[in-house]
Structures are given as structure tokens and as C-alpha cells.
């Protein structure tokens, strides 16, 4: 593979991704509309941000939308990731995920150019969310969004190869509602993006807290939180980059015909 095929492969892989989104401009209004109701339904029930402990200083005044912005704004990147699997399911279907993996590159680096292409449109959108929540006037300014961007971006890429995993095992467009049920759900409301997860260990919660601890989106929310204000979180970065590079191993071996869905269900990927 030479560096031309390699970004001859990016630009067809992204630019098809990018179209699909550019002829469904509903796709990036029900993504605003979603977080925004959260935003406004959810928050009308707290009337102070919760203490941050070493995340620089809230005023107590500020209302609870300021908190749940960078959950809100993963949550995005999140239902993104979720629909990219479900058209990588609907284009496996209908045999053209078997064109593009039969393409002579590699097939980790085509994967790759999904991921990326998932990233990017996740990117798009949760800006886009937040630029409305700059202007709705949260407390939250534009260069705290900038300081953000890169582990936004980080995010984004955990769960769009989340998203890459979960196309591998979802054999029909019929099993995605389940896979909202049971995987996408509680993933978001297991983790801090509502709420400090303290409050669960504090109200006696324990299993809740410690599944909420180790959940990577709980620490893609924490980094992105803390980047707002400028700060690092160690651990949460390194979480949701070893996530990252997990969650893509595991598609990339679900995606070999020997060892993946070829073999295992006798059908091309």
C-alpha cells in the first residue's frame, strides 16, 4: 500500500460518509434536539452544579447545564457512532461492505477510514451542540469548547470504534433496537454524564457507582470535563485511549474472514 491508494481509500471511504450526512440534514437536527431536551427537561430538576472537587471552580450559582454539557456533548458522539454501525450493518446487507473489504488494501486500514470517517461527523455534530450551548448562555465560552476539541475528539474515536464492534456482532437491522435496550442506554445513563457519580456511592448504590467507575464513556465525559477547565485527567485519557485501541482490535479480528464473521457465520463480511 502506497501513500496514494492510502488516500485515494480515505477520501472515498470519508467522502461517501460525508455525503450520506450532507443528503439527510434531519440526521444533524435530531442530533441537537436530543441533547437539548436532556438540557432542558433534565436540568430544570437541579438548580446548583454539584461539587467537582479539584475541577476548577464552579460558582455555585451556575445552573446544572454547565455540568452535563460535556456528557451531553459525548452523547452526541455517541448516537453518531451508533448510527454509523447500523449503516455499516444495512450496507454489509446489502453486499457492499464485501466490495469495500475486498478492495486490495488492508483491511485494518479500511477500517480505519470507517473510524475515522464515524469521528469526524461526530465531531461535526457535537460542536455543532456546543456552539448552541455558547450561545444559550451556560457559562460555558468558546475557549474552553477550543481547549476541549482535542479530547473531544479522542472520544469520538472511542466510540466510533465502540460502534465498529457492535456492527460486527449485530447480524440484522432488526436486532439494533435490542442493542439500544441493552448496550447504548445504559452505557449513557451508567456513567456521569447526568449526574456525579458519587451520589450513587453516597446514596448506598455501590454496584451502580463501581459499574459507573469503570465504564470508559463515564471517563470520556470526566477527560473532556476536566479539559474544559484546562486540566488533565490521567487516568481517564489513558482509559479511553486503551478503550479506543481495543474497541478497534476487536472489529478488526470480527472483520477477518478467518477469524471473524466469515467464519463464524458462513456468510461475507
Known amino acids: 500500500m502506497n501513500l496514494?491508494?492510502?488516500?485515494?481509500?480515505?477520501?472515498?471511504i470519508a467522502g461517501r460518509e460525508v455525503h450520506k450526512f450532507i443528503r439527510q440534514p434531519g440526521r444533524l437536527a435530531s442530533s441537537l434536539v436530543r441533547?437539548?431536551?436532556?438540557?432542558?427537561?433534565f436540568a430544570a430538576?437541579?438548580?446548583q452544579v454539584p461539587d467537582l472537587g479539584s475541577v476548577v471552580p464552579f460558582d455555585p450559582a451556575l445552573d446544572y447545564r454547565l455540568y452535563m454539557a460535556p456528557g451531553l456533548a459525548l452523547m452526541v458522539c455517541l448516537f453518531n457512532g451508533m448510527q454509523s454501525s447500523l449503516a455499516m450493518v444495512y450496507d454489509r446487507e446489502m453486499?457492499?461492505?464485501?466490495l469495500l473489504l475486498t478492495a486490495p488494501l488492508p483491511r485494518t486500514y479500511l477500517l480505519a477510514c470507517k473510524l475515522a470517517a464515524g469521528a469526524f461527523l461526530s465531531v461535526?455534530?457535537?460542536?455543532?451542540?456546543?456552539?448552541?450551548?455558547?450561545?444559550?448562555?451556560i457559562g460555558l465560552s468558546p475557549l474552553q469548547v477550543l481547549i476541549g476539541l482535542p479530547v473531544l475528539i479522542l472520544?469520538?474515536?472511542m466510540l466510533s470504534a465502540f460502534g465498529l464492534?457492535?456492527?460486527?456482532y449485530i447480524k440484522q437491522l432488526e436486532n439494533f433496537a435490542g442493542t439500544m435496550n441493552f448496550v447504548i442506554f445504559p452505557l449513557f445513563f451508567l456513567s456521569s454524564a447526568l449526574y456525579p457519580i458519587q451520589r450513587m456511592h453516597d446514596a448506598g448504590a455501590d454496584w451502580i457507582y463501581w459499574i459507573a467507575k469503570i465504564n470508559p464513556f463515564t471517563h470520556a465525559i470526566e477527560a473532556l470535563r476536566y479539559?474544559?477547565?484546562?486540566?488533565?485527567?490521567?487516568?481517564?485519557?489513558?482509559?479511553?485511549?486503551?478503550a479506543t485501541v481495543v474497541f478497534y482490535l476487536i472489529a478488526a479480528a470480527g472483520y477477518d474472514p478467518q477469524r471473524g464473521l466469515v467464519k463464524s457465520s458462513g456468510k461475507p463480511a
Open 4 to 12: 496514494l491508494h492510502a488516500r485515494l481509500a480515505l477520501a472515498a
Open 35 to 41: 441533547p437539548l431536551l436532556w438540557m432542558v427537561v
Open 45 to 47: 430538576g437541579f438548580r
Open 95 to 98: 453486499g457492499v461492505m464485501r
Open 124 to 137: 461535526l455534530q457535537a460542536l455543532a451542540f456546543l456552539i448552541v450551548a455558547v450561545l444559550w448562555g
Open 155 to 157: 472520544g469520538a474515536l
Open 165 to 168: 464492534v457492535l456492527s460486527v
Open 227 to 242: 479539559a474544559f477547565y484546562g486540566q488533565a485527567s490521567a487516568l481517564s485519557l489513558a482509559v479511553v485511549v486503551l
